[in-house]
């Protein structure tokens, strides 16, 4: 019975001990440290880089440049839509621009229609206000007895508002043909005759002659020659500007048979 017994328990013992170590992690074994198999007085050398040599040669790998060119399938429509974008993002800066240039414009306009009116103002006050001599007449003056010279005298006139400064004048008498198919002599001016000439003042010059002869006498009656009063004044107005009267006039027999002085056709002009 007592065997019986023991032999139960020692199999109850050896069935039961599997199920108390299920599910418990076991124990690692520490391994014991082993001697070195190699000398401690003996290391290992490492293997020589053999890298860049003939027997392993550097690669280099070029990488292609990034290319700026449009995608095979950029075409016209996408070109336009772009475009359209660029106008609508830049709208503000065009505008801005636009309204620059437009003022700019207005601006530049607005400075030559001052100018004009500013030049045309100042030429308007030199022309109202400078010196105007002009011719106002002339006569023949009465010879004197027992003279062989005859003379007339030309009047003429400053009728601006300012005064007329160096003012030289010359003036002489010539017969020529009536009418005339040459131009006058040119009249030489001499400083002798140089003056100023306030507004209002008149004067005269008196250029003289011979005596017609009775050929020339006779032309003159018969009105195919003529006597040619004419000359020139020379002048310097108050804004410094130099001017200049010519004139000519003519004494002839007229068809009631007398004699007159007066304007020619030409040579009466002035600046």
């Known amino acids: 019975m007592y065997g019986a017994s023991k032999t139960l328990l020692v199999c109850w013992i050896l069935l039961s001990s599997p199920l108390w170590s299920y599910g418990n992690t076991p124990t690692p074994v520490v391994p014991t440290d082993k001697p070195n198999q190699h ?7 490492p293997a020589p880089d053999q890298r860049g040599t003939e027997e392993a040669p550097l690669v280099i790998k070029l990488l292609p440049a990034p290319n700026d060119e449009k995608p095979a399938n950029y075409n ?25 240039l437009c003022l700019f414009i207005a601006t530049y306009l607005l400075y030559r229609a001052t100018k004009k009116l500013v ?3 100042e030429d308007t006050a030199k022309r109202q206000l400078r ?4 011719i106002t007449g002339g006569e023949l003056v009465e010879r004197n007895e027992g003279s062989n010279i005859i003379g007339f005298q030309v009047h003429f006139k400053n009728a601006g508002q300012t005064p007329a400064y160096d003012v030289l004048s010359g003036a002489q008498c010539t017969i020529m043909d009536l009418p005339r198919n040459a131009p006058l002599p040119l009249v030489p001016l001499t400083e002798k005759s140089k003056s100023t000439f306030g507004p209002g003042i008149d004067s005269s010059l008196f250029p003289t002659m011979k005596i017609p002869t009775s050929e020339q006498k ?13 000359g020139r004044i020379e002048y310097r107005d108050a804004f410094d500007r130099g001017q200049t009267t010519n004139f000519n006039l003519i004494y002839r027999m007229t068809n009631t048979g007398r004699y007159i002085i007066g304007n020619d056709k030409d040579g009466n002009d002035a600046t």
Do not use: C, V
């Not at 359209?84 to 505008?95: F, N, Q």
């Not at 010196?131 to 002009?134: K, V």
């Not at 006779?218 to 004419?230: L, S």
């Open 119 to 121: 030049m045309g103002a």
């Open 131 to 134: 010196a105007y001599i002009s």
């Open 218 to 230: 006779t032309a003159i009656d018969n009105r195919k020659a003529a006597i040619y009063i004419h």
């Open 39 to 45: 000398n401690s007085n003996t290391q290992e050398k």
């Open 76 to 100: 016209a429509k996408n070109k336009i839509s772009e475009s359209a974008d660029w106008w609508w993002d830049h709208i503000p800066e065009i505008l801005l621009a636009l309204f620059t």
